[in-house]
């Protein structure tokens, strides 16, 4: 992979990694476009989308700053210092005990599931459109259901655990993490730009662990070239990443989701026809 190759991709997985049409699709299929995914090591690639969506992630830590201070402080000062019990505890250490929550799901079978997620089939475009198309009916039925009245103040420990287990699905490529984890904010009947919001939150600490866990793995088989290339791909990323969450937190405020579920649909048609047709796989 050489640096040119590495910023294409940086910019896809940013501009993909935040909208609910999968990154991983985007990220793989580009990179299978490309020739640079080995079938004799698929964990590369896994480990590759994993370290570059660090990019994304300072992406998130960057636009939510200020959220995320008030969030670790609120939090320590009323479960370590002050000890208040939950139902007395401000929004932002409750929204603390909701990330910690929903988090549990996506880290346990992350872990469990590891050498599956590593191998063949999660890079199989039949899988990857699958994944595309039943997401979007999913997504559909949702938006033609949720009752879009919840704000942040009124999400549950239980409407966390359920974005939680939808995050987990995020795990099958195609699926997408805000996706999964934004059909069910709407699901639970939260506002778009808040189940979006929520989704970015939620994504921290299962990114962080993923991208670390796999950039060290991924030590043993990367060379210095490979290393300035990740780099770029990830700084790459996380500035076209902060540019889709300005734009989506934006868009959901007045628009559906639709537009998201037609093209999932249609790029997962395309793939799928390829995938059947020419063994695009």
Not at 21 to 44: C, F, N, R, Y
Not at 63 to 79: A, Q
Not at 188 to 193: C, E, L, P, W
């Amino acid at each position: 992979m050489n640096i040119l190759q590495g910023i294409i991709l940086g910019i896809v997985q940013g501009l993909t990694e935040f909208l609910p049409i999968s990154s991983t699709a985007h990220v793989t299929v580009t990179g299978k476009w490309m020739g640079l995914i080995s079938l004799d090591h698929p964990e590369q690639w896994t480990a590759f989308i994993a370290v570059i969506q660090l990019g994304t992630l300072a992406a998130v830590l960057l636009y939510f700053l200020r959220d995320i201070i008030e969030i670790t402080l609120s939090f320590l000062k009323e479960n370590l210092g002050e000890r208040r019990k939950f139902r007395h505890q401000s929004l932002q250490s409750r929204l603390g005990w909701y990330v910690i929550i929903g988090s549990l799901p996506v880290c346990t079978l992350g872990i469990v599931f590891k050498k599956i997620i590593e191998g063949h089939l999660t890079k199989s475009m039949l899988v990857i459109s699958l994944s595309l198309i039943i997401l979007a009916l999913i997504l559909a039925f949702a938006e033609l259901t949720a009752r879009f009245s919840k704000s942040l103040q009124k999400i549950t420990w239980l409407d966390s655990l359920c974005v939680g287990f939808a995050q987990a699905l995020s795990l099958i490529p195609g699926s997408s993490r805000s996706g999964t984890t934004i059909t069910a904010g709407l699901l639970v009947g939260m506002k778009r730009d808040v189940a979006a919001r929520f989704s970015f939150l939620l994504s921290i600490p299962a990114v962080l662990a993923s991208g670390l866990l796999q950039f060290w793995e991924s030590l043993r088989f990367m060379n210095s070239q490979d290393m300035m290339v990740m780099a770029v791909s990830t700084a790459v990323s996380a500035v076209s990443g902060y540019a889709a969450i300005a734009f989506l937190l934006r868009f959901l405020r007045s628009h559906s989701t639709f537009i998201f579920v037609f093209y999932r649909i249609a790029l997962g048609s395309i793939l799928l026809w390829l995938a059947l047709r020419y063994d695009f796989s």
